[in-house]
Nanobody, 124 residues
């Protein structure tokens, strides 16, 4: 059974940093791209970042480019999202997901498995 578990969320002041983790179990995803999405209250889910299976390629939403860094450690079956210079508008539930292929994509429909989410709250 495939399971994705996010951790690392919390409350932080604007300008601060958090590091999210996504631990995968049940199978290996070396051949699959992975990504992060977020959803703020009352809004649609939003793509944040994606990374290729090898970790050599990444793609970011314009809203987080230069502030967030996505990475993965395939030996640990874990993906990370380092979030710096956080803003109140980054407040959301953050979800990790596994892509259907190795290709980096941003559409939710191209992701197969999803975690339960971790809350990130940025206070002004």
């Amino acid at each position: 059974q495939v399971q994705l578990v996010e951790s690392g969320g919390g409350l932080v002041q604007a300008g601060g940093s958090l590091r999210l983790s996504c631990a995968a179990s049940g199978r290996t995803f070396i051949r699959n791209a992975m990504g992060w999405f977020r959803q703020a209250p009352g809004e649609e889910p939003e793509f944040v970042a994606a990374i290729s299976g090898s970790g050599s390629s990444t793609y970011y939403a314009d809203s987080v480019k230069g502030r967030f860094t996505i990475s993965r450690d395939n030996a640990k079956s874990t993906m990370y999202l380092q979030m710096n210079s956080l803003k109140p508008e980054d407040t959301a539930v953050y979800y990790c997901a596994v892509g259907k292929s190795s290709r980096i994509v941003a559409a939710r429909a191209e992701f197969d498995y999803w975690g339960q989410g971790t809350q990130v709250t940025v206070a002004s």
